[in-house]
């Protein structure tokens, strides 16, 4: 057996990064605010905790995958992370602002626990194939302890220097992300308007420099995270000083367009 590590949050992404890690031959240990998950979370071979204070204690390296910012935040708090044995490595998986990570690393330096953030790329099949890309910001020592635990779910794993640095990779990727999306809509939106066989058009498309990763998985994405991703994204820009007003408006685009993403027919009308 190869230690026990923590799952916090069994959702869509926590519940097959928690087989994974079974499979690698970890103990797993899964707690989730929602007790329905609990069986989901038994079915992959983990056990489950009722809390994230009985979880914290038996696990050598916790896994953090929840939504929200203000989630991160309440679950890290110090009166979790004072209950944690010395050396125990807390990586967040979730997307956050950068400042979240470096105020929650710097309370955690006392008690001796090493924060990073691992924020994840490439969504719910590659949690489902183990075939994330993981950016990982933190002390680089304390990410080669880590590596082996995200090696089960992540096929590349890229260290991009100190805490929040993964943040900001992540931002990076979200920014590009979405306004391939609303790129892709319209350009395909406007190829069936003159007569262009859709499946045509985006299989030809994939071979010229127009390719991107949002198109050759066209009708996949159900944008459950545009808002807040690119909310993050602002928040950043403006602690920077630095406008980014393609990413304000793709932010405010993706608000119309998730009602009827991928119908062509209603984009734009």
């Known amino acids: 057996?190869?230690?026990?590590?923590?799952?916090?949050?069994?959702?869509?992404?926590?519940?097959?990064?928690?087989?994974h890690l079974v499979r690698q031959g970890f103990?797993?240990?899964?707690?989730?605010?929602?007790?329905?998950?609990?069986?989901a979370v038994v079915g992959r071979g983990a056990a489950w905790a009722g809390s994230?204070?009985?979880?914290?204690?038996?696990?050598?390296?916790?896994?953090?995958?929840?939504?929200y910012d203000h989630q991160l935040r309440e679950i890290l708090s110090d009166a979790l992370l004072r209950?944690?044995?010395?050396?125990?490595i807390v990586a967040a998986l979730s997307t956050v602002h950068p400042r979240?990570?470096?105020?929650?690393a710097e309370r955690a330096r006392p008690y001796?626990?090493?924060?990073?953030?691992?924020?994840?790329?490439?969504?719910?099949r590659g949690a489902d194939e183990g075939s994330l890309l993981s950016f990982v910001g933190g002390d680089a020592d304390i990410v080669e302890r880590l590596r082996p635990v995200l090696a089960c779910f992540c096929s590349d794993i890229v260290h991009t220097g100190a805490v929040g640095t993964a943040q900001a990779a992540k931002a990076a990727n979200n920014i590009l992300m979405w306004a391939c999306l609303i790129a892709n809509h319209e350009a395909l939106a406007l190829a069936k308007r003159f007569g262009l066989d859709v499946d045509l058009i985006r299989a030809s498309l994939l071979r010229t420099g127009a390719e991107n990763a949002v198109l050759r998985h066209w009708g996949t994405s159900t944008m459950a995270w545009a808002d807040d991703d690119l909310?993050?994204?602002?928040?950043?820009?403006?602690?920077?000083?630095?406008?980014?007003?393609?990413?304000?408006?793709?932010?405010?685009?993706?608000?119309?367009?998730?009602?009827?993403?991928?119908?062509?027919d209603e984009y734009g009308v």
Not at 27 to 39: M, N, S, Y
């Open 100 to 104: 979240t990570m470096t105020m929650i």
């Open 112 to 124: 001796d626990v090493h924060v990073v953030d691992a924020t994840l790329c490439r969504g719910g």
């Open 83 to 88: 209950t944690l044995a010395p050396g125990t």
């Open 27 to 39: 103990t797993v240990l899964g707690h989730d605010v929602d007790e329905a998950k609990r069986d």
């Open 1 to 19: 057996m190869r230690g026990t590590v923590g799952v916090i949050g069994t959702g869509r992404m926590g519940q097959p990064i928690v087989g």
């Open 52 to 67: 994230p204070a009985e979880l914290a204690g038996n696990a050598d390296v916790i896994l953090v995958c929840v939504g």
């Open 231 to 264: 909310d993050i994204v602002q928040s950043m820009g403006h602690e920077a000083g630095i406008g980014l007003p393609q990413a304000a408006l793709n932010r405010e685009l993706c608000r119309t367009l998730k009602p009827k993403r991928f119908r062509l």
